[in-house]
């Protein structure tokens, strides 16, 4: 059954550096993967979705993801970090077309 | 259009205790799911549904029942609350093959 890693539970970085967090998915057909948000005592945001159409793709507030077949990934990534950037990101994948399944999260903090 | 709608946002329960979540969608979206978020755990799976009348079980379903009738609705019940079920729930709706969208949570104590 498809699932997703996240690698890093917690990640800090500069304002204005690269964001880069990590999911790693796990499936035998092409997948619908996802990125989700969570600002502090709120639900979850969609940032962005892969649903094949293709390889590299954009979200909201500057994030994009590029979905690599060969190494089974959709990294996260923004270039220049803003402090409203800091939340919880979850990368989440549709298992067995019925469920939508989710990683452990990564908290993301900006230092300013 | 108000999405998807939780209530309460939040509960205190003596262990033993009962109660019903609810969660309503007005997007006419045929898939509903309830999630527990933990600290450190990400969002697991408590039940999920395809259809109306259609239920079935997530990775975490033991001590909650849940009940499709309407597509708009998909309660949680609790049958007899324990300090386990101390978390933050999450409803939330999607179409087949695509994102969901998510209740603003339940924060749930049980003491």
């Known amino acids: 059954a498809q699932s997703v890693t996240q690698l890093g539970s917690h990640v800090s970085v500069s304002e204005g550096a690269l964001v880069l967090l990590r999911c790693n998915y796990s499936?035998?057909?092409?997948?619908?993967l996802f990125w989700y948000v969570q600002y502090p005592n709120q639900g979850l945001q969609l940032l962005l979705k892969?649903?094949?159409?293709?390889?590299l793709v954009k979200g909201i507030n500057g994030f994009e993801a590029e979905f690599k077949k060969s190494e089974t990934s959709f990294h996260l990534t923004k270039p220049s970090a803003h402090m409203s950037d800091a939340a919880e990101y979850f990368c989440?994948?549709?298992?067995?077309?019925?469920?939508?399944?989710f990683g452990q999260g990564t908290r993301l903090t900006i230092n300013p | 259009n108000a999405g998807v709608t939780q209530t309460p946002k939040f509960q205190v329960l003596k262990t033993g205790q009962s109660m019903t979540l609810q969660c309503a969608q007005d997007?006419?979206?045929?898939?509903m799911s309830w999630y527990r978020q933990d600290p450190g755990m990400g969002l697991r799976l408590i039940h999920y549904?395809?259809?109306?009348?259609?239920?079935d079980q997530g990775e975490v379903p033991n001590g909650y029942n849940v009940s499709r009738s309407t597509t708009e609705d998909f309660p949680l019940r609790l049958l007899s609350a324990a300090p386990s079920q101390t978390s933050v729930y999450f409803c939330?709706?999607?179409?087949?093959?695509?994102?969901?969208?998510f209740g603003q949570g339940t924060r749930l104590t049980v003491v």
């Open positions: 892969y649903t094949s159409a293709a390889t």
């Open positions: 989440a994948v549709i298992q067995g077309a019925q469920k939508l399944v």
């Open positions: 499936s035998s057909v092409p997948p619908y």
């Open positions: 997007m006419n979206h045929e898939y």
């Open positions: 549904s395809v259809g109306a009348g259609i239920t």
């Open positions: 939330a709706s999607r179409q087949p093959n695509t994102e969901a969208f």
